[in-house]
Every structure is written in C-alpha cells, then in structure tokens.
C-alpha cells in the first residue's frame, strides 16, 4: 500500500473524458431534443421532463415499468471491432420497491456477431446499491468491443426493479484510445518496480584459490503472485499426475476453491472441508502460498440449500458459527481469504434479512477471529478486464474504509468477455482507479479465450506483462489450466482428456517462458573475477545460492529479496563432500513464438524454365552508422527465396535482415548495421525519443549515411566504408515459383527465445531471414520439417526497455509448378575464436535457395555464398563475430537445398 502515489504518477495516460476533440456518438445524448427519432422507450412510459435536470432543460422520465430491462434505448449507435468505448451518464431514482434495500442500473450494448446465432449482449456500466436517497448519481463504466465485426448495435439504459421510476440525463458515449507505449511503460515498471539490489558478500576460507569458487545466484519463487486456482483431487497423488508436476513448475500461488461454503460435504452440524483442506497441506508442503475462496458469496444459488431453509432469525448466528469456523480451519495456512464473494452482484443476505450490514459484519468479524491472520478480500468481476463495475467496486471499498470495514484486498475476477482483445491501457486505467483506495489488488480469476492458439498466447503474454507491470497488483490466479478444469473452451494452456495426458499449447509455454525464463534472475560469478561484494539487480522473491567448488557443489543457501535491497553474507564451507541438487522440472525447454504471423508480400516468375537455379546477389555495404541499411533486388523473373547479410569485418554488430517489398512494389532483401563497437565509427541514432510502438519493430533508419572512418580493435585506420554490412540474397526461378513472405515476432525478451515464422503445408521455407532491434542478432534457421524459419533472440544488452526487444523472424515460403522436395544442410559449430567459421553445401543434384547463420550462443558476424574455385560448389559460409567462452556453442551454417523432384 502507501507506495501508490509514487508509481502513479509514472502511468502516463491521458485521461478518460470527453475532451472537445472527440464526439459523442449518441444523438440526442441530454434529451434537450424531442424523443422520437433519436431515443426509444418499449413498454412504459418515456417522456421529456423539465422539473429536474443534470444538465439544460430536459432529462427523460421513466415510469409505468413491468420490467427490469425497461429504459432508454438507442438503435444504431457506432460500435467497431476492437475499440475501446467509455460511458457516462446520470440517474435519480424516484421511488423505492418496498421490501427492497438496493436497485441497480445497468447500461448495455447489444449486437449481432457474425457466425453468433443469439444477440450478444456486453455490459457497458453498472452501479449496484442504488438508493432514492442518493438523488442524481453518475453512472460510467467502459469496454472494448469484441474482435468480430459488430452490427446493429444499440445502447440501452435498465436495471430498476418493475415499479421503480427514475429519471436520467447528460449521457456521453465516446472512443478513447490505446496507449501504443503500454508496453515499454510495462517493461520499465517491472525493471523498477519488481526488481531489487542484492550484494552477496561472500568469504572464501583460506587455502582455497579464488578462481576455483563459483557461486550461483538464483530465483526459485517470485514474491509476486502467479498462480492457478488448483483440482484438489488431482493433487497429492502418487506418483504426482502431470497436472500436479506442471501446476508445481508453472505456478507459485494456488486458489483452493473448495473452501466454498457449498463445497461442505457436511451440513449444518457436521461441516467437511477435507477436500480443501487437504489440497491445502499438499500445497504448503510444496512451498506454494495459498489463497482461500470464499468464506460467504452473496448470491442464492451459490448458498447452501440448508442455509436457505434456515428460518430468517438463524441466518445471522448461522454465518457468524460459519465464519468462525473458517477463520480457525485455516489458521496459519492461507494468505488471503474472499470473505464475501460478488457482493456488487449479489445481496442475498442482506435483502433477505433487510439489514445493509451483513457482510461489512463478516469482515469485522473475520479479522476479529485472527488479527494477524490472512489479507481480507472482497471479489468481484467486470472490474477490470471489462470496466462496467470498476466505479462500482471503488466506490464499494471507499464506504468500507471509511466505515472503518476491515477489507483489505479487491480481488479481481477477470474472466475476459468472450472476443475481447486484452487492453492493456485500460486495464491499467481501471486498475489506477481501484489502487486509488490504497488496498491491495490481486487478479484472482483469470482467463482470456481465444480458438487460434497463438493469438491466444499473444493475448495472454499482453495480459500478463500489464498486469505484472501494473505496481499496485499482487499477483495474477490463473483460473485454471487445463481444460478439464475450466469454465470455456478455447482458455486453455494445457489440453487433454486426463491429467496424466496434457499436451503444452502456445498459450502454456507462453505463460512458462514469461514467467521462469523472461522474468528470471540467474547469474553466475567466478570469484576470481568478479569484484566484491557481488552485485545483482534480481526479480523479488525467494533465492538459492549455489557454491561450487573446482565446479563441484559444496553449499546452499537461501534468502528472500523484498522491496528494499538484500544484504547476503555467505561463508565458503572448507568442507568438499558434494551436495545433493534438486533438477526442477522444464517443461517448455525452448519458448517460440508466433506473434502477428502474416503474409507480408508475394512474388511469383514467369519463367517457364524447368529446372530451378539460383544466383546470388551482393549490395554495397551499408553505411557505419546503427541502423544503416544496405539492400538488394532479384531480376523481374526472378523470385527472392533467401536474404542473409555478413559484417564486412566479421564483427558481430549486426541487426539481421528483412524481406519486405520496397516503393517500386519489388521484393528486397534489406540488411541493417548493429551498433558498432569499434572506436570512431558515429554513435547510434534516431533511438532517443523513439521508442518502437506497442511492441512493433521501430522502423530503422534506412539512410546510406557513411560515418567517419574507423578503428578496428588494434586502433589501425579502416578503409572507409569497410565497416559496415552487406545484404545477400538468393534469386532463383523454376516454372510457376511462388514465394509467400512470411513474418511473426517479436520473440520474448531473452536470450534463447525464438520467434517461428510458419509456411502453409504445400511450401517450403527457401530461405530465412531475422531482425532484432535490440541487441545484435542471433541470426535464424529452418525448423526441422523445412516450413519454417526460427530466428532467434540475443542477450539482452541494455536494462532499458526503450533498447530491448525480441527477435522477428522472416520465411520465404515457396512452392512451384512441379513438386518441389528441400532440405536443410546444418554444419557443424564453428570454434569459440572471434573469425571462426562454419561451412554448409547443398548435396549433388540440390540448389541452395537459402544461406543462413545461426548462433545459439551468439556473437554470428553474418553468412556469405562463396562459390570457391577449387570446387566450383556453392557454399554456405557462417562468421562468429567475437570469441566465445569455451563452453559455448560456436556458428552454424544452414544451407537450404531444394531440387524439382525426380
Ligand atoms: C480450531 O481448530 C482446531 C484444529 O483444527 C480444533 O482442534 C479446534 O477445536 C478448533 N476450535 C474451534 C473453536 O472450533
Ligand atoms: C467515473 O467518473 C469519475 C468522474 O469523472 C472518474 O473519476 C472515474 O475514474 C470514472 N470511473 C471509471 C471507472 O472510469
Ligand atoms: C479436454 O481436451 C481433450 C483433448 O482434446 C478432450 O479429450 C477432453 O474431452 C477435453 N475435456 C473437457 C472437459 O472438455
């Protein structure tokens, strides 16, 4: 809490109104005009009013109601795929329902989908415990239309109990915007707001070499919650099912839903919460932190059928027993506990015992039973991933605290609305509003739904990096995994018909490589080499530290890393007996991503040649300067299956490729210089003030500037111009060659994530290509079936999220009159000396249509196409561009070999 108004001022967003650039897209929206053409009331009576009004001389009456859905309505009004709406408006209740403490107001769009038999209905605002005596109040809320195309929408204004009048004014529907930034501003955030300064001073006992002592600092479990909500009986089983291994590698938080008064197998007199109860010793043994759900939930159907039956005078001693016994189960085991779930859309308590107070009492009560006990949450949905009951819920909590109302926690639902495309800025809006009561927040029911897995992912990655970059969030529950335990379909990350046989889908992986591999801290010191005390800039969380010994493990030791910087003194051990490692589970050892896949272009030849040949193609070099490009074109009946690049010094300071059509409408194959590193060569531009947008490649700058000579490492004057890259690409023809250019990336931000580029089944990838912005490429191969291409990310260089990014990777994917058959050709790995090299050829009766380089471990200075004299054979040759250390993997080489089938 308290450290609010700090981070809040770093959320640079512009604010949500109705600012005079923008329209207000209903007509009429203050009823100042006639009713008839612009507003419609079925069913009662709907008239203009002047005895009362927010704003000019009319509001609109409502009265004579039958129904609840009976208000205003608009036909027609503007609502497109994906945009994001805001709503405000006000309303006077006129009279009260006997028997009733609260109305509520709901406003909600309604529209035909495409492919959706029934209208599909989003809720727009919401307000709930609606009083006459409140006079007029605002109603406003906000939402993103799903990513289908909309029809027919229309706007309607509803809620109150049959009977009930009110009046309404001054509505506003408007557009807002996405911030394109978000996602840098998330990555800044987690860098300062998730991480921490750890100094490990570590004493070495005499007679030991420096050099010998190696100590690994590593991340075992994020303070920040990633959790699931969890089967209980799939847990604790032996041997543990799949599901309890990938839930125990995935997740250190879990939901133990089961403590749902529901969830009793006992009743009145003999209550049974075993299962949840049991699944909870099962996860504190594992070192999973526990959150319980929920103590009351305020709706009738979700009430024990016996507590209904109750007569009226035992429901209240009836919950106090309830939440007395609760508080004492789980005494000491849980971190938080939902004490009254969905009290915003539900007041089965209190409207049956007409008493408001029932559930601020469960609250006081709770916290009475152990003071010292778990967070106290309240939990409730469309706060935040959709934004009808965001106001709602803050105005909600403001009455608790200022009551005095021991609630300390907003747990967010956040199932997504079916076809809603995550918005990371306005869930960061809402979830400012929320922070604004200074409470806890935890997403404590996530789920996003998509069918295409990769767009899936894609919507889960963004949800996650939002919500962990948001600093007023606790933690993200993911409600549930795998799809035998989820409310829909198409949420999964996990697929399969039992729980010991899962299948990882993208969204699975996804969630695995954001969370144990982007967000890690793993470092390695040698203590002859590194300067004391060590320093380490790591997520927050629970840590081990190995110390080995002449490289064999002698010592652990743990420690927690919180919110200021942690201290660590460690005393080598003199003792030499090898300690036991625990090898944790990897479920996803390599992370790939498809993000944005497209075609970009396509090329065909109208060559009629039968069979395929290739040349290659060379630009000038670039210029000197980051981000000088340098490109080449085929001929007109040639199609470009393959662009590479190579430093002109072997240096590694490259950005890779791209194949992209240019102005004339011609594919070009377009290389880009890195950041040089040697001395005198001018300073990379265009980065301050230019961060890439949302996540998209920044446009490099595409001048031929030449810098100023420079220096290689020895300090000897270059050549001008030597310093720089060159674009290299294969151009070949065979009747009825076509090429689709295929993009997707960017990877995640790590060295060792990838990025695939996909061909359809009847092509082959010819030829690859990859970009980085950030850091210098690791160049890119073909996948192991040759209809792909995985270009892969680099070390990230810079703790600056405007200079760290994924990799993108690029795929000519052909095809051709006759049947084609390809092969990737992979050399060995080239020495760890900076010059190395790795050679790849075609096999007799093959074409290379592609040359690529790829460095597992980095550092590739490009691939050159040589054709030798001595052996007249076409070459793939790969460059390392700076030494490695001796146990990594050098360069490879991958030619791609294609022939017309014989
Ligand atoms: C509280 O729980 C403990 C252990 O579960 C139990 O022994 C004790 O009887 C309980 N106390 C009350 C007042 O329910
Ligand atoms: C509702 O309107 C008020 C007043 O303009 C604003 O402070 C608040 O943030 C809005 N709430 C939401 C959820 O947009
Ligand atoms: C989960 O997916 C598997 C594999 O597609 C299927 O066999 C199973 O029936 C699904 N489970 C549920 C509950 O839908």
């Known amino acids: 809490m308290g450290g609010n108004s700090v981070w809040r001022m ?81 309303a006077k209740l006129l009279n009260e329902k006997a028997g009733t403490i609260w109305q509520s107001y709901k406003v909600i769009v309604q529209m035909d989908l495409p492919d959706q038999a029934n209208k599909q209905t989003y809720i727009i605002a919401y307000r709930a415990f609606v009083t006459k005596a409140q006079g007029w109040i605002r109603v406003n809320g906000s939402i993103e239309a799903p990513m289908k195309d909309p029809s027919n929408a229309k706007l309607s204004f509803r809620g109150p109990d049959p009977g009930v009048d009110f009046l309404v004014d001054d509505f506003k529907f408007y557009e807002v915007e996405e911030n394109p930034f978000w996602r840098q ?66 997740f250190n938080w879990a939901t133990v839903q089961a403590y749902k008064w529901k969830f009793s197998k006992g009743e009145r007199y003999d209550p049974d919460f075993s299962r949840a109860t049991d699944a909870t010793e099962v996860l504190l043994a594992n070192g999973k932190t526990v959150r319980a759900h929920s103590i009351l939930w305020d709706i009738k159907k979700n009430t ?35 004490v009254q779930n969905e009290h915003i859309h539900g007041h089965y308590y209190e409207e049956r015992l007409q008493d408001p107070t029932i559930s601020k009492n469960a609250y006081r009560q709770a916290k009475a039973e152990d003071p010292n006990g778990p967070v106290l949450y309240l939990n409730d949905f469309t706060c935040v991933t959709s934004g009808a009951s965001t106001e709602d819920y803050y105005e909600l909590a403001m009455e608790y605290l200022n009551e005095g109302v021991p609630v300390e926690g907003l747990g967010i639902q956040g199932h997504t609305k079916e ?27 996530f789920d996003i739904g998509w069918p295409d897995i990769a767009v899936r992912a894609d919507w889960l990655e963004d949800s996650i990096r939002a919500f ?140 009629l040649d039968e069979a395929l040949t290739c040349r290659t193609v060379k630009s000038a070099p670039s210029g000197t300067a980051e981000d000088d490009a340098a490109s080449v074109t085929c001929e007109a009946d040639e199609v470009m299956t393959s662009c590479n690049s190579y430093h002109m010094l072997k240096q590694s300071d490259r950005k890779g490729e791209e194949m992209n059509l240019n102005a004339g409408g011609q594919m070009e194959c377009t290389a880009y210089n890195g950041k040089s590193s040697i001395s005198g060569s001018s300073k990379g531009k265009g980065k301050e003030g230019n961060p890439s947008e949302n ?109 760290r990014s994924g990799a993108y990777s690029y795929a000519a994917c052909c095809s051709a009159t006759s049947t084609l058959e390809c092969m990737a050709v992979a050399s060995s790995a080239s020495k760890q000396r900076s010059g190395a090299s790795a050679i790849a050829v075609c096999p007799d009766g093959f074409t290379m249509t592609g040359c690529n380089v790829f460095a597992a471990d980095g550092k590739p200075a490009g691939a050159k196409i040589d054709v030798p004299r001595k052996t007249q054979k076409v070459t793939c040759k790969a460059y390392l561009g700076a030494s490695l250390p001796r146990d990594a993997v050098g360069v490879k080489s991958y030619a791609t070999c294609c022939r017309v089938a014989p």
């Open 10 to 90: 770093l959320v640079a967003v512009a604010t949500w109104q109705l600012t005079a650039g923008q329209t207000n897209l209903l007509i009429n929206p203050s009823f100042e005009d006639e009713l008839s053409g612009s507003w419609q009331g079925n069913g009662f009576t709907f008239e203009r009013v002047t005895t009362d009004a927010v704003d000019g001389t009319y509001s609109a009456k409502c009265s004579g109601r039958d129904r609840d859905v009976e208000g205003p309505l608009q036909q027609d009004i503007p609502f497109l795929k994906g945009r994001h709406y805001v709503f405000e408006g006000y």
């Open 695 to 803: 996540g998209k490649k920044k446009v490099p700058l595409r001048t031929n500037s030449r810098g100023p000579p420079g220096k290689d490492e020895r300090g000897r004057v270059l050549k001008e111009n030597v310093n720089g890259v060159r674009a290299v690409a294969r151009c070949c023809k065979v009747a009825g060659l076509k090429c689709d250019y295929k993009t997707a990336g960017p990877s995640l931000v790590f060295k060792g994530a990838m990025a695939e580029a996909r061909c359809s089944s009847d092509q082959f990838a010819f030829g690859c290509s990859a970009y980085q912005p950030f850091p210098d490429s690791n160049g890119v191969k073909p996948n192991d079936n040759v209809d792909g291409c995985l270009a892969q990310s680099g070390t990230q260089a810079s703790s600056n999220s405007a200079e």
């Open 419 to 445: 076809f809603v495309k995550p918005d990371p800025t306005a869930m960061w809006r809402r979830l400012d509003r929320l922070a604004e009561t200074g409470l806890d927040l935890m997403m404590t029911e």
């Open 185 to 250: 501003e998330a990555d800044a955030n987690i860098e300062n707001f998730r991480k921490a300064n750890i100094a490990l001073n570590v004493a070495i006992p005499s007679g030991v070499p420096a050099q010998d002592v190696d100590v690994e600092v590593s991340l075992k479990k994020h303070l920040f919650g990633f959790g699931a909500k969890i089967e209980e009986f799939e847990l604790g089983l032996h041997p543990k099912t799949m599901y309890e291994r990938i839930y125990n590698s995935w």
């Open 468 to 607: 962990f970059g948001h600093p007023g969030l606790k933690g993200v529950i993911m409600w549930g995994f795998w799809n035998g335990s989820m409310r829909d379909p198409d949420h999964e990350l996990v697929l399969g018909p039992n729980p010991n046989e899962l299948t990882i889908l993208e969204s699975g992986e996804r969630w695995a490589c954001l969370t144990k591999k982007e967000w890690t801290t793993k470092e390695t010191f040698n203590m002859a080499t590194s300067p004391s005390p060590l320093s380490v800039r790591g997520f927050k969380g629970d840590y081990e530290v190995i110390v080995k010994v002449q490289s064999v493990p002698v010592q652990r030791e743990t420690f927690t890393l919180g919110d200021g910087e942690a201290i660590v003194d460690i005393a080598v051990t003199d003792s030499n007996i090898p300690i036991e490692l625990t090898e944790e589970e990897d479920f996803v050892p390599e992370c790939i991503s498809h993000r944005e896949e497209a075609v970009v272009a396509s090329a065909t030849t109208s060559s």
């Open 304 to 338: 024990p059928p016996w507590v209904i039956a109750l007569r009226d005078d035992e429901v209240r001693p009836e919950i106090s027993k309830h939440i007395s016994y609760m508080m004492n189960l789980t005494k000491g085991k849980v971190a938080q506990w939902d």
